[in-house]
T-cell receptor, first 114, second 110 residues
Framework: QKEVEQNSGPLSVPEGAIASLNCTYS??????FFWYRQYSGKSPELIMS????GDKEDGRFTAQLNKASQYVSLLIRDSQPSDSATYLC??????????????FGSGTQLTVLP | DARVTQTPRHKVTEMGQEVTMRCQPI?????VFWYRQTMMQGLELLAY????????DSGMPKDRFSAEMPDATLATLKIQPSEPRDSAVYFC????????FGQGTRLTVV
């Protein structure tokens, strides 16, 4: 079982729709959860961080965390063609003292159709 | 504008040659990660450091890869000897609570 799993997609949504991206993780000791966006040929860019159960909203993005289900999601409202990218889920777990290891899922490719 | 800086951005080398990739983390960040990204494997964690001390390099092929952090402003990843299967994009990321990526080094071994 992979430590962090995502549906690889591709996921296509029409412009203006809500895009829903999902991620599950295997280590119950995981503490911090992140979503990165990666455009083709570019480096991953951090777009959301979430540390406690519930929802966290930032503009058109909402991250949701359910530690009991070991599940993280990202919702993108009013999707735009510029949101077309690969979205990477990352999970941090404590390994030694306060040091944390950051592990990534394989990413979900999102296409927003004009 | 604080950012992680990686050099070189692109590297083409012949099989068997030594390759050194460099990373300047964001000032004040105490954790540095090295990742390799390929289409098949995605982002793989190779090694990481906290306060310049290596914490885990179990993701690296030990016989040919080495990672060091000689000072707080420089992390290096070396491959010797390089092989065609090492062709990938190598990313450095630094952070405290959150991690930020450099632009990557695209390595091609022919």
């Amino acid at each position: 079982q992979k430590e962090v799993e995502q549906n690889s997609g591709p996921l296509s949504v029409p412009e203006g729709a809500i895009a829903s991206l999902n991620c599950t993780y295997s280590d119950r000791g995981s503490q911090s959860f992140f979503w990165y966006r990666q455009y083709s040929g570019k480096s991953p860019e951090l777009i959301m961080s979430i540390y406690s159960n519930g929802d966290k909203e930032d503009g058109r993005f909402t991250a949701q965390l359910n530690k009991a289900s070991q599940y993280v999601s990202l919702l993108i409202r009013d999707s735009q063609p510029s949101d077309s990218a690969t979205y990477l889920c990352a999970v941090a777990r404590r390994v030694r003292g306060s040091a944390r290891q950051l592990t990534f899922g394989s990413g979900t490719q999102l296409t927003v159709l004009p | 504008d604080a950012r992680v800086t990686q050099t070189p951005r692109h590297k083409v080398t012949e099989m068997g040659q030594e390759v050194t990739m460099r990373c300047q983390p964001i000032l004040g960040h105490n954790t540095v990660f090295w990742y390799r990204q390929t289409m098949m494997q995605g982002l793989e964690l190779l090694a990481y450091f906290r306060n310049r001390a290596p914490l885990d390099d179990s993701g690296m092929p030990k016989d040919r890869f080495s990672a060091e952090m000689p000072d707080a402003t420089l992390a290096t990843l070396k491959i010797q000897p390089s092989e065609p299967r090492d062709s990938a994009v190598y990313f450095c990321a630094s952070g405290g609570t959150e991690a930020f990526f450099g632009q990557g080094t695209r390595l091609t071994v022919v």
